[in-house]
């Protein structure tokens, strides 16, 4: 089993919709991090979080530490939102990836 | 501020060939990261360096791969001799100090042929 398991791998979404993509991770953890990464391969930090919740933009991170699990959430989804999404989690030493979620907004 | 720089973008090879990627980190970033991501999968930590340090090595394939880190700045990270299975993106991040947050570079995609 994983460490790090995003759902769903792949999503189609119309212009306009609102996106959820989940994290479930079981180890221990001092941040959790969503990447945007682009084809071509560059990788964008939006968040790190260790509680609660983040806005920035269109964009919503969640976190629940009990559970284990977090969620990224695009508002108003536009077809430039499309690229993989990574979840990561993060201890003192290293982050660990999950496999990411491929994302395609349609026009 | 300048980002995470990485040279070459793209590589082809030939298996049993050798190659080299160049990192450039944020200027005053102590941590540095090499990562392999094959296509599909999410990145897999190769190394670390904290200065010209290795702080994690684990995960680095030690009979074909090498990194460096001189002065603890700039690195590279070679592979000798490559195999096929060696084709992904070779991503670059670096961070103040370690567990801070990450910036990546924008990859060197190998293909080994």
């Known amino acids: 089993k994983n460490e790090v398991e995003q759902s769903p791998q792949n999503l189609t979404a119309q212009e306009g919709e609102f996106i959820t993509i989940n994290c479930s991770y079981s180890?221990?953890?001092?941040?959790l991090h969503w990447l945007q990464q682009h084809p071509g391969g560059g990788i964008v930090s939006l968040f790190m979080?260790?509680?609660g919740k983040k806005k920035h933009g269109r964009l919503i991170a969640t976190i629940n530490i009990q559970e284990k699990h977090s969620s990224l959430h695009i508002t108003a989804s536009h077809p430039r939102d499309s690229a993989v999404y990574i979840c990561?989690?993060?201890?003192?030493?290293?982050?660990?990836f999950g496999s990411g979620t491929q994302l395609t907004v349609l026009p | 501020e300048a980002g995470v720089a990485q040279s070459p973008r793209y590589k082809i090879i030939e298996k049993r060939q050798s190659v080299a990627f160049w990192c450039n980190p944020i200027?005053?970033?102590?941590?540095l990261y090499w990562y392999q991501q094959i296509l599909g999968q999410g990145p897999k930590l190769l190394i670390q360096?904290?200065?010209?340090?290795?702080?994690?090595d684990s995960q680095l394939p030690k009979d074909r791969f090498s990194a460096e880190r001189l002065k603890g700045v700039d690195s590279t990270l070679k592979i000798q001799p490559a195999k096929l299975e060696d084709s992904a993106v070779y991503l670059c991040?670096?961070?103040?100090?370690?567990?801070?947050?990450?910036?990546f570079g924008p990859g060197t995609r190998l293909t080994v042929l």
């Open positions: 200027s005053g970033h102590a941590t």
């Open positions: 990561a989690v993060g201890s003192a030493r290293q982050l660990t």
């Open positions: 360096f904290q200065n010209n340090g290795v702080v994690d």
């Open positions: 180890v221990g953890i001092s941040a």
């Open positions: 979080l260790s509680s």
């Open positions: 991040a670096s961070s103040v100090v370690r567990g801070d947050t990450q910036y």
